[in-house]
């Protein structure tokens, strides 16, 4: 595995939030989202995805499933493949029906995670070719094993996290390339993240270490200037992009999109 090498990626594909957006999943504790200043939300982050180069397919809302805007959840596409995941949310299963049919404009090879295996994509991240996989109450160890015998079948491989605290891994850590990660909360004193350049997030702006690396720009939630100053720090270009009303929803910013 090589820590240092990095991608580019060239497509995005995002969801437009729906009206229903107000009844999703959610133990925040926010408010319930306005979905108004979501859409206006959604249009800025889908331009903050342009100005990095990406060529941004957007599809329209779906008001039958409430979380279906968080389309990172039901698909991870890597280099060799695309995989269709299997969430671990109920009322979130059949989002997956409709994703088959766009990721085969992209892709010639489509993987499947099935029952009574279980997977989110934001419990996935991708360092090289190698991905870290969270144990979460989406993601089980079943879910997991599918996935890492899919990754080995194109010669990249995966290993497991387990959580006790965070919604998905990706809540906590956000790999920028460069072997830099953002990190924050319960993954701070796991070991298997000590060979990084670890860029430990304070715990009032925890929030923003789900960060997003693009060709060599990082999008970063607006209002956590702490964490905007230590990417920037780095080397990075920094686009800071308003998420509230997603937060409101345990939603980020790589929950967003698909990235390839």
């Not at 890597?78 to 979130?92: F, M, V, Y």
């Not at 989406?138 to 080995?152: K, P, S, V």
């Not at 850590?173 to 990660?181: A, G, T």
């Amino acid at each position: 595995m090589d820590n240092t090498m990095t991608r580019q990626f060239k497509n995005a594909i995002v969801k437009r939030p729906c009206p229903e957006m107000v009844n999703g999943i959610t133990k925040a504790g926010l408010g319930i989202p306005d979905y108004q200043n979501a859409l206006k939300q959604h249009d800025l982050y889908i331009q903050a995805l342009e100005s990095c180069g990406l060529k941004v397919r957007v599809l329209e809302a779906d008001n039958r499933f409430p979380d279906s805007t968080f389309i990172e959840d039901i698909s991870v596409c890597t280099p060799h493949c695309a995989i269709i995941t299997n969430p671990g949310a109920a009322s979130r299963s059949r989002e997956i029906d409709g994703i088959q049919y766009v990721l085969s404009g992209y892709y010639y090879n489509l993987e499947r995670i099935e029952s009574p295996g279980t997977l989110d994509g934001g419990d996935i991240m991708m360092v090289g070719d190698h991905y870290y996989i969270g144990l979460s109450d989406r993601t089980n160890h079943e879910g997991a094993d599918q996935f890492i015998m899919i990754l080995e079948k194109y010669k990249m491989t995966g290993s497991k996290a387990k959580m006790k605290e965070m919604l998905h891994l990706k809540t906590g850590l956000s790999y920028l390339e460069n072997n830099n990660l953002l990190i924050a909360g319960e993954f701070v004193n796991y070991p298997e993240f000590e060979k990084f350049n670890r860029i430990v997030i304070d715990p009032d702006e925890a929030y923003s270490a789900n960060s997003l690396w693009i060709n060599g720009t990082v999008l970063v939630p607006k209002g956590y200037p702490g964490t905007k100053k230590k990417v920037e720090a780095l080397g990075y270009k920094v686009i800071e992009v308003d998420t509230s009303e997603f937060r409101k929803l345990d939603g980020g910013l790589s929950c967003l999109s698909l990235r390839f």
